[in-house]
């Protein structure tokens, strides 16, 4: 019983420094980041839902580094996790931030782009982004603050000052950015973007790794892309959930065969004359051990798959 009351302060005494990091004003810690490749740093986010423990922290971010400036891709899930990755930067170079580029509407991914706004940059996004984070910023925010509490504070919205219609280069000098908006896939503001330099593709919320995939725009058009990214033939590829351990085409497969097999299963279901919760209650549940987040997300994708599916009869 000592023991247990011991390692209960012990365990009292980390939440209450954890947490007072997180509330700290001023500049926070370094958000923790990798070099993925010369130049290219990623933070790995927490294989998670946003959560006070996690801070919102849940989406892998980044930045990349030229010889003239730096490229800012997605800012994470709140303002304050959005300023210590900007102090991460500051322990890297003291070149300028001059592009904010954000890959898809996805509240983990563009709500600690407030950080950034003394640096003067370029928020960059697809076409479609700012009416995309317009129509969905009042639940955003609601629920940000709800889940996240006083830690949610200064987060906001800032839409995209450059946007991408098809195809953009960016220069950071020595370092070209090819940026490409994609078709209805994982949102339908999906952009990526690709380094020359190294064969990088930062794909951000198109790959998911380890965590289940979740379908927010279309089923088919995600596949359309998995395809074409294979194509592309990357060297290497910076997934927007999971680990980033060099396998990217484990990650794709497992991907890829969650998703087609959702689609196969869907189809069946509503050419069987199966409503749509017959077919939540039955499909794919025999990949739950499979993925995290199962729980979280595969009724949901079940659902948008048949209201996606059932109008191509
Ligand atoms: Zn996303």
Redesign the pocket.
């Known amino acids: 019983m000592r023991y247990r009351t011991g390692f209960c302060h012990a365990l009292c005494a980390c939440v209450m420094i954890a947490a007072q990091d997180v509330h700290a004003a001023g500049t926070p810690s370094p958000l923790p980041v990798t070099m993925f490749v010369p130049g290219i740093y990623v933070h790995r986010g927490h294989d998670d839902v946003a959560t006070r423990a996690n801070g919102g922290d849940i989406?892998n971010v980044g930045f990349i580094v030229g010889t003239r400036c730096v490229a800012v891709i997605d800012t994470g899930g709140t303002a304050h996790e959005g300023r210590a990755l900007r102090a991460s930067i500051r322990a890297v170079t003291p070149l300028p931030v001059c592009y904010v580029i954000n890959t898809?509407?996805?509240p983990?991914?563009i709500l600690g782009n407030a950080a950034f706004k003394a640096d003067r940059p370029q928020f960059v996004g697809s076409s479609t982004l700012g009416e995309a984070e317009a129509s969905h910023a009042d639940s955003y925010l609601r629920v940000l603050h709800r889940e996240l509490g006083a830690l949610a504070d200064g987060s906001e919205i800032i839409g995209p000052t450059l946007t991408v219609d098809d195809e953009t280069t960016l220069d950071l000098g020595a370092r070209k950015l090819v940026l490409k908006r994609w078709k209805t896939a994982?949102?339908n503001s999906d952009l990526t973007v690709y380094d020359e330099s190294s064969h990088t593709l930062w794909a951000?919320?198109l790959l998911f790794v380890r965590c289940i995939p979740?379908i927010?725009g279309s089923l088919t058009g995600w596949l359309d892309a998995i395809a074409a990214i294979r194509q592309m033939n990357p060297r290497h590829i910076v997934p927007?959930?999971g680990p980033f351990d060099g396998r990217w085409q484990v990650g794709l497969d497992a991907e890829q065969a969650y998703l087609a097999a959702l689609a196969r299963d869907v189809r069946a279901a509503i050419k069987a004359g199966k409503t749509m919760q017959q077919a939540v209650d039955t499909i794919g549940r025999d990949q739950r051990r499979k993925w995290l987040l199962f729980d979280q997300y595969h009724a949901r994708n079940v659902t948008a798959a048949y209201a996606e599916l059932e109008w191509e009869q």
């Open positions: 989406a898809h509407m996805h983990d991914h994982h949102t951000a919320d979740v927010d927007g959930h």
